[in-house]
């Protein structure tokens, strides 16, 4: 009886987790789809009345909009991709291996996630400013990279160190280098941190907003973030594209995840079964 108890109020919790987080998304994509009238009754209804599809013609046809996708889509590529490589390395080296500094070198990582981003602003901007990178896509993906890069290590590291080395000594004793050991067994076995990692780099790059707004000044160069403020001007905001734009753009989120989530259940045990 305490069981079904204890089942029933987790059903319960659970559900009305879901209910919380998925709402606002739920009424982003129903307004996206509401004709301007009733997106500004002051009645409001839950279910819409009727569907149009205009807001979202109007978003698409916004100007900007290719130009500020294709920026997005280069910032997030560039910045999953080398931050992953990056930290996949350093994870390794701080997993596996003794230095001197080690210690302070993981202190350090988590000191760094613990420094408000508006603190650093200004120095960031000053420093690419003298580099001659700001209003440049390279100067943004490569602040993006510092700054998921710390959580990223952290976050391999801690999947590494549950990694049981006796599986590399094993393939070690089977003939294979340490590269090999590395590629055939350890790699396999990360598989799960390394989408979970990926997915995390995706969502901040994709999504974060106050540096690009800082560094990036032409109008060519803004990602989605920022070219979705434009929807907010000195008369208000233009609520129904707003809303078909940030459906749009969570749209690429939804599908790389789709793409990859079947890597977190097989990655676990493919470094596992000798080939």
């Known amino acids: 009886m305490k069981r079904t ?24 994509v129903t307004t996206s789809f509401k004709p301007k009238g009733d997106i500004l009754s002051t009645n409001p209804t839950i279910i819409p009345h ?25 910032v997030v590529f560039f910045t999953v991709i080398i931050s992953i490589i990056i930290a996949l390395f350093a994870s390794i080296a701080v997993a596996r291996m003794k230095f001197k500094g080690k210690r302070i070198y993981v202190a350090s990582i ?75 067994v350890l790699f396999p076995l990360m598989a799960p941190g390394l989408v979970a990692t990926a997915i995390f780099a995706f969502i901040q790059a994709w999504n974060e907003f106050l540096l690009a707004y800082i560094l990036l000044s032409s109008q060519d160069k803004a990602t989605m973030p920022i070219w979705l403020a434009g929807f907010t001007n000195r008369f208000g905001t233009d609520w129904g594209p707003l809303m078909a734009a940030s459906t749009l753009t969570a749209i690429p989120v939804v599908i790389f995840f789709s793409l990859i989530q079947d890597k977190i259940a097989t990655g676990v045990t493919a470094g596992a079964v000798k080939g």
Do not use: H
């Open 50 to 74: 009727s569907f149009s599809i205009s807001n979202y013609v109007e978003a698409v046809t916004k100007e900007g909009f290719a130009k500020a996708l294709l920026n997005s889509v280069i």
């Open 5 to 28: 108890s204890s089942t029933t109020y987790s059903n319960i919790s659970g559900l009305f987790a879901i209910v919380l987080m998925g709402f606002p998304v739920y009424w982003m």
């Open 110 to 184: 988590l000191l760094v996630q613990m420094l408000p981003l508006s603190a650093l602003l200004i120095p960031i901007y000053l420093l690419l400013s003298r580099l001659n990178l700001t209003d440049k896509l390279a100067g943004v993906i490569l602040t993006y990279i510092a700054f998921v890069l710390p959580f990223v290590v952290w976050t391999l590291r801690g999947f590494l160190v549950n990694i049981p080395t006796e599986l590399e000594e094993a393939a070690l004793m089977d003939g294979c280098t340490k590269p090999q050991a590395y590629r055939r």
